[in-house]
């Protein structure tokens, strides 16, 4: 899955999935610039083994709910490299709670965060995709998108968003020859599941039916894949990576 040549804007790199999304593109040639919001640290690590694949790397701090900020990074990207020919949107930030408690501070913070975060990238991304008659999108979103979740309506309700969003965007670039998809992990050993109280994972770990959880790289090989020419008759797909979770 060569993708030699190629550069990745990837945002909410510094850890978890996007963090092996990152290094997954590097080692198949491409370049990477990615975001992070408070992880300036780990940035700079997972910028130094991407190098080490001998590509190109840049970190960005960004918060993706902000459109200005998010222009002002892709612009840099775009003269430290020359362009960008992969978006892949990641960041993601959850506040979970029972929707009778749930207060609106909760709920817009994440809905800006993992919906508003992706609509920012794909409008500033799509004249340039659209300009060059090429590129490859791939949101994250997430099992619970597709079937809800008790306790995260505003995560359940942001992913399900990015579906529409993605499968929207997937007709309208379609005829500029850009691939929209979406991948949606179920339970992956990411910080975000480490938090989750232990009586929930077990529960969660329970309706895996590989008995396991997932890893980030597992969500990584399949973005990888839709980066590539390979998966050049795909679009507006959602591709659960959960250990038959869903099921």
Not at 8 to 17: D, M, N, Q
Not at 59 to 67: C, H, N
Not at 205 to 229: H, M, N, Q, Y
Request: hydrophobic share 45%; aromatic share 6%; with cysteine.
């Amino acid at each position: 899955m060569d993708l030699t040549g190629k550069t990745a804007f990837v945002t909410g790199g510094s850890a978890g999935i996007g963090r092996a999304i990152v290094l997954a593109l590097a080692r198949e040639g491409a370049h990477v610039a990615f975001t992070y919001r408070k992880r300036e640290q780990e940035a700079r690590v997972v910028a130094s083994l991407a190098e080490g694949a001998g590509v190109k790397a840049q970190t960005y701090s960004v918060d993706v709910a902000d459109l200005e900020q998010v222009e002002s990074a892709v612009k840099a990207a775009m003269k430290a490299f020359g362009t960008v020919d992969i978006l892949v949107n990641n960041a993601g930030i959850n506040q979970d709670g029972v929707i009778w408690k749930m207060s609106p501070e909760q709920w817009d913070a994440v809905l800006d965060t993992n919906l508003k975060g992706c609509f920012h990238t794909i409008r500033t991304l799509s004249p340039h995709f659209r300009e060059r008659s090429t590129g490859k999108i791939v949101n994250i979103t997430s099992i619970n998108g597709l079937r809800g979740k008790f306790g995260q309506a505003n995560y359940a309700a942001s992913k399900a968003g990015i579906i529409g969003l993605t499968k929207s965007v997937a007709r309208e670039l379609g005829r500029f020859g850009v691939n929209v998809n979406a991948v949606a992990p179920g339970l992956i050993e990411t910080d975000m599941v480490a938090q989750m109280p232990q009586e929930a994972r077990e529960q969660s770990l329970r309706e895996i039916v590989l008995g396991r959880l997932g890893r980030p790289e597992d969500v990584a090989s399949v973005v990888v894949f839709l980066c590539t020419e390979k998966a050049r008759h795909i679009t507006g797909e959602v591709i659960k990576v959960d250990g038959g979770q869903y099921i």
